[in-house]
């Protein structure tokens, strides 16, 4: 037997597929918006402590953002070992509390003194000052 809709029938159909089709979306649009919102989109706030990682394929992130007073370690997961230091090169005086980390031997981690003064401070590791993957910057916020 074949059910037969009559106009009226179709409308209420229609209404009801639409509202189905709104609350998806809806909930889609949610959903991507919560989502988004933790994928690091774009530079998230300056937080008090921060990790960067060495691997023989450099520094990550080359730049980070801290709150004014926080540190920032840097963790060796090379199979070498690593020296990170304050730009400028051979004068390591940019941001003292840099150096603070020095030479870091494979596996070991170390934390930079506190970082108080505003500003944007160079990097990089002073046993390959000229490769710039060892190379970053901390702003200092």
């Known amino acids: 037997m074949l059910h037969r809709h009559t106009p009226r029938h179709l409308g ?7 509202q189905a089709l709104l609350s998806v979306s809806g909930w889609s649009a ?3 918006l919560f989502l988004a919102s933790g994928c690091g ?3 998230s706030g300056p937080t008090a402590d921060v990790t960067i990682t060495v691997t023989a394929s450099g520094v990550t992130p080359t ?3 801290v709150a004014a ?3 920032v370690t840097f963790l060796n997961n090379d199979a070498r070992p690593h020296a990170m230091s304050s730009d400028p090169i051979q004068l390591h005086t940019d941001c003292p509390a840099i150096n603070d980390v020095g030479f870091l031997n494979p596996g070991q981690s170390r934390a930079t003194g506190a970082l108080n003064v505003k500003r944007t401070c ?3 590791d002073h046993t390959n000052e000229s ?3 060892f190379k970053g910057r901390i702003l200092v916020e």
Request: charged content about 20%; overall charge positive; glycine content about 20%.
């Open 122 to 124: 160079g990097f990089h």
């Open 63 to 65: 730049d980070v953002r």
């Open 30 to 32: 949610l959903l991507w």
């Open 12 to 18: 209420m159909l229609h209404l009801l597929m639409r």
């Open 69 to 71: 007073g926080g540190r």
């Open 41 to 43: 989109g774009g530079p």
């Open 131 to 133: 490769d710039p993957i």
